[in-house]
């Protein structure tokens, strides 16, 4: 079963260490100021002649209210008509892009992330959306995976039918804890109660598929306490779950220094929510996808995974992968082929490189052939937790021994310590490594070196 998974305390030590997520190979963390529109707009013409299918995603940046825990690029106001010169900015974005692009090209995969999406007015979605539709070839059947982020908060029945109405079908949940104090904590006050209603208008209005977010290693939890929040969660039948690893890094991330250091759990008591939390998550039918994330059998990534079609991009998790990927507003990332480029993520740089009409690529990356062979070895570990060599020797014309073959000890050393099976023919991910695929992954990545770690979210 690719669900499997093996705890082991002792692995889980010498193999918990800090590295990428790998939401893109090479990472961001290696984008550069040489890339700018004019690398963006060549890639767009390579993907308007040979008209790949698109995925949208768009940043919406403000929150009314502030989460001391969040990493996100966000702007905190409680006025709302802050969004209205960032709109018009937006749309000058998507009109500039599309124009690039070939009507034909349809997009397959739209999200809305922040940020708190529904910060915007109704009259504002709409506006948004109509403004999509008239520039982007936007699926009306109801056929494409069409979601956004939702703050149970900011969001309530008439929000639920609008965004259904507008062609939402997906909606992922911000929950993250629901013991009080905990959300004291934090500063996200957020009921039990706001978070079934909004569930369960999704479910009346059909929304195919609900993701609940939840995070383990904020202060005041408690192995306790935080099963607690699983055992409820797991009562409102979530189609998908991620269970983020609290990284606390104030140094990066303003908000984290108005958590209290002391009140954040100690290392072995996080392991121990984890390990519960899967034991929980399992025996309630969840399937581990990697990563942080868990599926029912029948939703999307975990057939996806069974049938070895699963892949990975800023996204997370996905099955449009072969979509080029746009993103719009402020501090977005788009992957068109074999370019990565990103906006500015000061939103007065953003809004002012839109209004002088050019658009606010900042800096990104064009993968060499090195990159691309390294991606399609780490995409195949992270997503199907097993690597073919075969398959990547016919697809790069190499030898993959002989390749790779400076990493071959490292990977002897995992296959002794029992996190691979690894033979002349493939990697397998063994049940006991799969928590710790981020590790394997690492092995391959050639930038890693080069790089601070602390930058980098721990593995577990």
């Known amino acids: 079963m690719l669900d499997a998974i093996r705890w082991d305390s002792d692995l889980i030590r010498r193999y918990d260490l800090a590295g990428p997520r790998y939401t893109s190979y090479p ?156 959300q004291r904590a934090v500063n996200r006050l957020q009921s039990l109660e706001e978070t079934r209603a909004v569930i369960d208008a999704a479910r009346t209005l059909q929304f195919r598929s609900i993701n609940i977010d939840l995070i383990y290693g904020l202060p005041k939890q408690t192995p306790e306490n935080f099963a607690r929040t699983v055992e409820e969660v797991i009562s409102l039948q979530p ?24 009140e954040l759990p100690a290392p072995a008591q996080k392991l121990e929510m984890l390990e519960r939390t899967i034991e929980q998550l399992t025996a309630a039918g969840y399937r581990y ?19 070895e079609t699963l892949q990975r991009n800023f996204q997370g998790y996905t099955t449009h992968g072969h979509c080029d990927l746009i993103g719009l507003g402020v501090s977005a990332i788009s992957q068109i082929g074999d370019l990565y480029c990103q906006n500015s993520s000061d939103l007065n740089e953003y809004q002012n490189s839109l209004a002088a009409a050019q658009l606010a690529t900042s800096r990104g990356l064009l993968c060499n052939a090195d990159d691309r062979l390294r991606r399609a070895v780490i995409q195949q570990l992270i997503c199907n937790f097993s690597l073919e060599f075969a398959e990547i020797e016919q697809q790069f014309n190499i030898d993959f021994q002989g390749y790779f073959g400076a990493l071959w000890p490292q990977l002897q050393g995992m296959a002794s310590d029992g996190l691979i099976e690894l033979d002349r023919e493939r990697i397998e991910v063994l049940p006991a490594g799969r928590l710790l695929v981020r590790s394997v992954c690492m092995v391959f990545d050639a930038y890693l070196e080069q790089q601070n770690r602390q930058r980098f979210s721990r593995v577990i």
Request: negative net charge.
């Open 27 to 182: 990472t961001a963390v290696q984008f550069h100021s040489q890339v700018g529109t004019f690398d963006l707009f060549h890639a767009l013409r390579d993907s308007r002649k040979a008209l790949r299918p698109l995925s949208l995603y768009v940043h919406v940046p403000f929150c009314a209210n502030i989460c001391y825990y969040c990493a996100c690029n966000k702007v905190i106001t409680k006025d709302r008509g802050r969004a209205l010169p960032y709109l018009q900015r937006l749309e000058q974005e998507i009109q500039l892009i599309a124009c690039h692009l070939d009507p034909a090209q349809k997009v397959e995969q739209l999200h809305f992330g922040g940020g708190t999406p529904t910060f915007l007015s109704h009259d504002e979605l709409r506006q948004l959306m109509a403004h999509l539709r008239k520039h982007f070839n936007l699926l009306d059947d109801d056929s494409g995976d069409y979601g956004i982020e939702i703050d149970p908060r900011e969001a309530d029945w008439s929000t639920m039918g609008l965004l259904r109405e507008l062609g939402f079908n997906r909606v992922s949940i911000g929950l993250q804890d629901l013991d009080p104090a905990v």
């Open 239 to 262: 189609d998908r779950l991620s269970v983020f690893n609290y990284a606390h890094l104030p140094e990066r991330f303003m908000p984290q220094r108005r958590i209290n250091g002391n």
């Open 289 to 307: 996808i990697g990563m942080d994330h868990f599926a029912l059998p029948d939703d999307e990534l975990a057939i996806a995974q069974e049938e």
